[in-house]
């Protein structure tokens, strides 16, 4: 097992979140699958379906790496975790490329969605608990730069993907080159994290700054014992299911609520409408995490719960008569999407320190993976069963927007439930001496 890197006095503790960075920035790619899919089913004859199981795949092992990786990344550091998720994340790229190129589908499936999913998991809370002991004075800001690159990885990667399908070609050669390209780009630029990437020397890097050491101690294996950490997993879950159930089908919907308006919604507009959503996804991850520093991780989740459900019932309700409405109420949801992920690190740390914030992520995550199924269904079989009764239009979405609104009272409640963790569940503070010692290097 590898030893963290420790910073040599005089390190800048703002090197970090650009290491942080380079690695979310790449695996938000993840986001841009979209473009992938018409070519692929052009080029290899799939369905809409079996074009969307390489990233469906990859969300799913996102969750599990993420909650069976997480002790491995708090013992052997963010070094050793970057370098795992960039092997990862561009090997799934490489093997998706020799797939295309020989036209064998299972390979891109194998690639981009079980080993590219791994190091998307590992990739995704490797920075995450020394960007906390780096930061202990503004954690949710800390956390919030790094996530906010997951979530605009995408905007990088869409265009740039488009433009180098446009240039090889959208046969399975051309996406072939287009994979390649991504797998070998985004090593260089994984390369740059795991070079720059530190531990603090001691638990307080910030001059006049808190002692990150100082405070609660729970091991992960604890914290998954505990309520807090299960209603954590409930708000996790209901904030991230009512985002992606608008994110995963935002231009067919804003296309249905105005369809039988006098200015129905263009293709292009519909596109527009979906880049604006992936910018407050992004800008959501840096405000709503800064902003819990000063008003507290709690009340941000009342926020995020509570104006949610009513940004949802505004839409249910009065969403097909106004646009600006419309557009309005999904952007401030996918705001609170984003900075649903990036607070839940800093309320993790604030319930169970530092000690392995990592880890007990990692396993949170889970949420992440079960809400990514949830969303999507709720939204799209009901859809369908509405389709079929013969409704249209904004009619269409009335009952799984009903469902979202229950579904974030239920997280607004679990909100409620959480309090300190008790102290039985604490470690004592001279086995942390010891695994802390057992991690300096020789």
Same mark, same amino acid.
């Not at 840096?286 to 949802?312: C, E, P, Q, T």
């Not at 649903?340 to 000690?355: E, N, Q, V």
């Given at each position: 097992?590898?030893?963290?890197?420790?910073?040599?006095?005089?390190?800048?503790?703002?090197?970090?979140?650009?290491?942080?960075?380079?690695?979310?920035?790449?695996?938000?790619?993840?986001?841009?699958?979209?473009?992938?899919?018409?070519?692929?089913?052009?080029?290899?004859?799939?369905?809409?379906?079996?074009?969307?199981?390489?990233?469906?795949?990859?969300?799913?092992?996102?969750?599990?790496?993420?909650?069976?990786?997480?002790?491995?990344?708090? =013992?052997?550091?963010?070094?050793?975790?970057?370098?795992?998720?960039?092997?990862?994340?561009?090997?799934? $790229?490489?093997?998706?490329?020799?797939?295309?190129?020989?036209?064998?589908?299972?390979?891109?499936?194998?690639?981009?969605? !079980?080993?590219?999913?791994?190091?998307?998991?590992?990739?995704?809370?490797?920075?995450?608990?020394?960007?906390?002991?780096?930061?202990?004075?503004?954690?949710?800001?800390?956390?919030?730069?790094? +996530?906010?690159?997951?979530?605009?990885?995408?905007?990088?990667?869409?265009?740039?993907?488009?433009?180098?399908?446009?240039? !090889?070609?959208?046969?399975?050669?051309?996406?072939?080159?287009?994979?390649?390209?991504?797998?070998?780009?985004?090593?260089?630029?994984?390369?740059?994290?795991?070079?720059?990437?530190?531990?603090?020397?001691?638990?307080?890097?910030? &001059?006049?700054?808190?002692?990150?050491?100082?405070?609660?101690?729970?091991?992960?294996?604890?914290?998954? /014992?505990?309520?807090?950490?299960? *209603?954590?997993?409930?708000?996790? *879950?209901?904030?991230?299911?009512?985002?992606?159930?608008?994110?995963?089908?935002?231009?067919?919907?804003? %296309?249905? !609520? $105005?369809?039988?308006?006098?200015?129905?919604?263009?293709?292009?507009?519909?596109?527009?409408?979906?880049?604006?959503?992936?910018?407050?996804?992004?800008?959501? =991850?840096?405000?709503?995490?800064?902003?819990?520093? /000063? +008003?507290?991780?709690?009340?941000?989740?009342?926020?995020?719960?509570?104006?949610?459900?009513?940004?949802?019932?505004?839409?249910?309700?009065?969403?097909?008569?106004?646009?600006?409405?419309?557009?309005? *109420?999904?952007?401030?949801?996918?705001?609170?999407?984003?900075?649903?992920?990036?607070?839940?690190?800093?309320?993790?740390?604030?319930?169970?320190?530092?000690?392995?914030?990592?880890?007990?992520?990692?396993?949170?995550?889970?949420?992440?993976? %079960?809400?990514?199924?949830?969303?999507?269904?709720?939204?799209?079989?009901?859809?369908? =069963?509405?389709? &079929?009764?013969?409704?249209?239009?904004?009619?269409?979405?009335?009952?799984?927007?009903?469902?979202?609104?229950?579904?974030?009272?239920?997280?607004?409640?679990?909100?409620?439930?959480?309090?300190?963790?008790?102290?039985?569940?604490?470690?004592?503070?001279?086995? &942390?001496?010891?695994?802390?010692?057992?991690?300096?290097?020789?």
């Amino acid at each position: 097992m590898s030893s963290p890197p420790v910073a040599p006095p005089g390190w800048s503790r703002w090197l970090v979140p650009p290491a942080a960075l380079s690695v979310h920035l790449s695996i938000g790619q993840a986001y841009a699958w979209s473009v992938f899919k018409p070519p692929l089913e052009s080029a290899l004859h799939l369905d809409g379906t079996r074009s969307a199981l390489p990233f469906q795949l990859a969300i799913v092992m996102l969750g599990l790496s993420a909650a069976f990786g997480g002790t491995l990344v708090e =013992r052997n550091g963010p070094r050793w975790a970057m370098t795992v998720a960039l092997v990862c994340f561009s090997s799934g $790229f490489l093997l998706s490329a020799l797939g295309a190129e020989t036209r064998q589908y299972w390979l891109i499936v194998l690639g981009y969605g !079980f080993v590219g999913g791994i190091g998307l998991g590992i990739g995704y809370i490797s920075p995450v608990s020394t960007l906390i002991k780096w930061f202990p004075d503004r954690p949710g800001m800390a956390t919030g730069i790094a +996530i906010m690159g997951f979530g605009g990885g995408a905007l990088i990667a869409s265009p740039w993907s488009a433009q180098m399908l446009e240039s !090889f070609g959208t046969g399975h050669s051309g996406i072939a080159l287009a994979f390649l390209v991504h797998g070998l780009s985004y090593a260089v630029f994984m390369t740059l994290g795991v070079l720059l990437v530190r531990v603090p020397r001691t638990g307080k890097p910030a &001059e006049g700054g808190p002692d990150a050491a100082v405070g609660v101690r729970v091991s992960a294996r604890s914290a998954v /014992r505990t309520p807090q950490f299960w *209603c954590l997993w409930v708000v996790l *879950c209901m904030n991230v299911t009512a985002g992606i159930g608008i994110l995963e089908k935002a231009a067919p919907m804003i %296309t249905d !609520f $105005f369809a039988d308006s006098s200015t129905p919604v263009s293709a292009s507009a519909a596109a527009g409408f979906v880049a604006l959503l992936s910018a407050a996804n992004m800008a959501g =991850r840096i405000g709503w995490s800064s902003a819990s520093d /000063r +008003i507290g991780r709690k009340n941000i989740y009342r926020v995020y719960l509570g104006a949610g459900a009513s940004m949802y019932l505004l839409i249910a309700l009065f969403g097909d008569t106004s646009k600006p409405l419309f557009v309005l *109420c999904a952007l401030v949801i996918l705001s609170f999407y984003g900075g649903g992920f990036a607070t839940i690190p800093a309320y993790l740390k604030d319930l169970f320190g530092t000690y392995q914030v990592g880890a007990i992520h990692g396993r949170l995550l889970t949420a992440w993976s %079960t809400a990514g199924v949830l969303g999507p269904l709720i939204v799209n079989w009901i859809a369908d =069963r509405q389709e &079929e009764a013969g409704k249209h239009g904004s009619s269409l979405y009335g009952l799984s927007f009903g469902i979202m609104i229950g579904l974030l009272a239920v997280g607004f409640v679990a909100n409620e439930l959480v309090r300190p963790v008790h102290v039985r569940h604490h470690v004592p503070a001279q086995r &942390e001496a010891a695994d802390a010692q057992r991690q300096q290097p020789a």
